[in-house]
């Protein structure tokens, strides 16, 4: 079934220069294995692609049931010289949530009981 | 096994100002650490230092002094701050009128200095240290006389030294924020100089706790869980001896510690989970095990480290320009079309003026549209109001200058429906960048100085 990142995840975003990072929580184990196929740096590149410039590279951190996500060249030079309202990063971890990912049925009734 | 508490708070400078009273207040405490300083902080303490040489460190800091004062003589509660900046003696000598004037005596405080290499960066260029920005690559050389603060960030060691001598506040400019919760745990415990896995630990307690209230329901995913946020605890470590901790807040607080808000605060601002580089011990966060040990407890074990680098992190920032931003309201019917005329208006007008920016000097962002997260929210087709916010950076403060005269006169000259132009013409502000960089720990540790006074 096709759900939004939120119903089954977690997030939280921040920076790193000109990157920002987002790291990415699963609800349940069977989920984060769900999102290492789904959630792919090529398809959060996608999703990102009105902010990230420079590539995403995606780190595996399965024992918080986790990934954290580079979304390069993304802050409009970073820190104190960008323009960007969001010069941070800071709602990154919110737009991620946003995405979309097919989960099977018998995972979404763990997280939605 | 014994086990010492350590609180965090304040994540930065203008984090809630009355969160380090409460968690005094509000239960049993060890240490608080206080965080100050974020990337830049110190190019701001550097003006404050060169107009008035008694300035430059965090000034609030002696407002929580002041309020909490002979309390935590008589506790024993022991507080380590970055507020020192770059003056962490005039800090001290401010702390210490206010011991007077409130008849406290025997206040110990220590003072750690030698982070600051301003003054040394020309000859540490022309000794061969390159200090290059790690993000970029490039020298920093070329950049050297436009350099307004270079600090590197030191570990727990000296911080453990002001403790061993009895300091009851200590006083630190540049130290990274997780050597606040390191350091106690180094004193109490007696945990050896290669002892990575411990240090790692204490290390990552500090990660956990170093953002205040983000790891108690602040910023968090599923904020419709938390319960009363506006009173949230701010964050305790409970220590052991073995390296092993938890995180906790005060009874009787608002918000919350499950493993959902600290798993989510152990991912912030993380690159590689498998190599967070402190100055004490590298740590591996694919080695934490998160358990929930009742309401409000997470225990965390598990932690592996490896050797520290040779090397330190150097936080530099220097002059890269002038940059200001200005915004109105634009509301009523047609708004966003409304919103892009008037952006037309100003930039063609400096046009004519002669005043132009390149494309990535200015932004157009059209506030209630989606400007965070293009392409991600569907943009709602009629708005009933936005907010239109123009921005440019130049490396002339005239043209930057000229720019904030054009925001003003579309209150009249504009389309209608257009509101909420407050505060005046938009002001160049100079721009502090940031320049991060590595050097040979040798060259900072050499310097280190750690000094205790009692008043």
């Given at each position: 079934m096709k759900v939004k990142l939120y119903e089954v995840a977690q997030a939280r975003s921040g920076d790193k220069g000109d990157a920002s990072n987002v790291g990415l929580i699963a609800r349940t184990p069977a989920i984060w294995e769900v999102l290492r196929a789904q959630a792919t740096p090529e398809r959060v590149a996608d999703h990102f692609r009105g902010v990230c410039r420079g590539g995403v590279e995606r780190f595996e951190v399965p024992n918080l049931l986790a990934f954290n996500f580079m979304l390069k060249d993304s802050l409009g030079g970073g820190g104190t010289e960008s323009l960007k309202t969001d010069a941070q990063g800071k709602t990154h971890a919110q737009g991620l949530l946003q995405m979309d990912v097919e989960i099977p049925e018998e995972l979404l009734r763990e997280v939605r009981a | 096994m014994r086990t010492i508490r350590i609180g965090n708070g304040?994540?930065?400078?203008?984090?809630?100002?009355d969160a380090p009273v409460e968690l005094l207040r509000g239960g049993p405490i060890d240490y608080i650490g206080m965080d100050y300083l974020a990337e830049v902080t110190l190019s701001i303490m550097m003006r404050q230092k060169l107009k008035d040489p008694r300035l430059g460190y965090a000034t609030d800091f002696i407002g929580f002094i002041r309020r909490v004062l002979p309390e935590i003589k008589e506790r024993n509660v022991r507080i380590l701050a970055?507020?020192?900046?770059?003056n962490p003696r005039a800090c001290r000598e401010r702390i210490f009128e206010v011991a007077r004037e409130l008849g406290v005596k025997g206040l110990r405080v220590g003072v750690v200095e030698g982070d600051d290499i301003f003054l040394r960066l020309r000859d540490l260029l022309a000794a061969g240290h390159e200090m290059r920005n790690m993000d970029t690559g490039e020298p920093l050389a070329p950049v050297v006389d436009r350099m307004m603060s270079a600090n590197a960030y030191l570990g727990a060691r000296p911080v453990v030294e002001a403790l061993r001598q009895e300091a009851h506040i200590v006083l630190c400019g540049r130290i990274t924020d997780t050597a606040l919760a390191l350091a106690p745990m180094i004193h109490e415990?007696?945990?050896?100089?290669?002892d990575w896995d411990r240090l790692a630990a204490g290390t990552v307690a500090g990660h956990i706790i170093e953002c205040g209230a983000q790891c108690t329901g602040g910023n968090y995913s599923r904020w419709w869980e938390v319960p009363d946020l506006w009173n949230a605890g701010y964050p305790i470590v409970e220590a052991r001896e073995d390296g092993t901790f938890t995180v906790t807040k005060h009874e009787g607080t608002g918000g919350m510690v499950t493993v959902g808000t600290i798993s989510e605060q152990l991912l912030y601002e993380m690159g590689n989970p498998r190599e967070y580089i402190g100055p004490d011990a590298i740590a591996d966060f694919t080695s934490i095990r998160l358990r929930q040990?009742?309401?409000?407890r997470v225990a965390v074990s598990g932690i592996q480290g490896r050797p520290r680098t040779p090397f330190l992190k150097v936080s530099g920032s220097y002059l890269a320009g002038f940059k200001t931003s200005g915004q109105i309201t634009v509301s009523g019917p047609r708004a966003v079309e409304k919103a892009e005329l008037a952006a037309e208006i100003v930039w063609k007008r400096l046009e004519r003026a002669g005043v132009t920016f390149p494309e990535e000097a200015r932004s157009t962002e059209l506030v209630g549209?989606?400007?965070?997260?293009?392409?991600?929210f569907p943009t709602p087709a009629e708005p009933p109001e936005v907010v239109l916010r123009l921005g440019v950076r130049d490396a002339d403060a005239a043209k930057v200058t000229r720019f904030g005269l054009e925001i003003a006169p579309l209150i009249t000259?504009?389309?209608?429906?257009?509101?909420?132009?407050?505060?005046g013409r938009p002001k160049a502000q100079e721009v502090m960048a940031y320049w991060p960089a590595l050097l040979a720990r040798e060259e900072v540790e050499e310097h280190l100085v750690v000094s205790v006074e009692e008043v």
């Open positions: - | 304040q994540g930065f400078w203008g984090d809630n100002v970055n507020a020192g900046g770059l415990f007696g945990w050896a100089a290669d040990d009742g309401k409000d549209t989606g400007v965070c997260l293009p392409g991600i000259a504009g389309p209608p429906g257009v509101t909420g132009f407050a505060g």
